[in-house]
């Protein structure tokens, strides 16, 4: 079992930027990327971000390159996601997948999180 921690959420006004967190740990062996997705209210859950940690590659949905920017961190199983410019539209609680390879995260297939609430005011 893997377990999967987020923090960093917060709220910011319009223009401002957040730094999200995301923590895997127990059987991680398998466990060689990690995406972020996020839901708004009263809609499903939407890709932002995703990272392979040994590949190093990444990817990102277009309502955020430019702005968003995934990393994976000095020990592997952590991913961070630094979010500049956010806007309203942002707000959504953001969530960490943890998955075996950058496929099985872009398709949200692993372990998830509990999330995080990213509120952006105007």
């Known amino acids: 079992q893997v377990q999967v921690v987020e923090s960093g959420g917060g709220l910011v006004q319009a223009g401002g930027s957040l730094r999200l967190s995301c923590a895997a740990w127990?059987?991680?062996?398998?466990?060689?990327?990690a995406a972020w997705f996020r839901q708004k209210p009263g809609a499903g859950r939407e890709f932002v971000a995703a990272l392979s940690w040994s590949a190093g590659g990444t990817d990102y949905a277009d309502s955020v390159k430019g702005r968003f920017t995934i990393s994976g961190g000095n020990a592997k199983n952590t991913v961070y996601l630094q979010m500049n410019s956010l806007k309203p539209e942002d707000t959504a609680v953001y969530y960490c997948?943890?998955?075996?390879?950058?496929?099985?995260?872009?398709?949200?297939?692993?372990?998830w999180g509990q999330g995080t609430q990213v509120t952006v005011s105007s």
């Open positions: 127990g059987r991680t062996g398998s466990s060689d990327a």
């Open positions: 997948n943890v998955a075996s390879d950058l496929w099985a995260a872009r398709g949200a297939l692993g372990y």
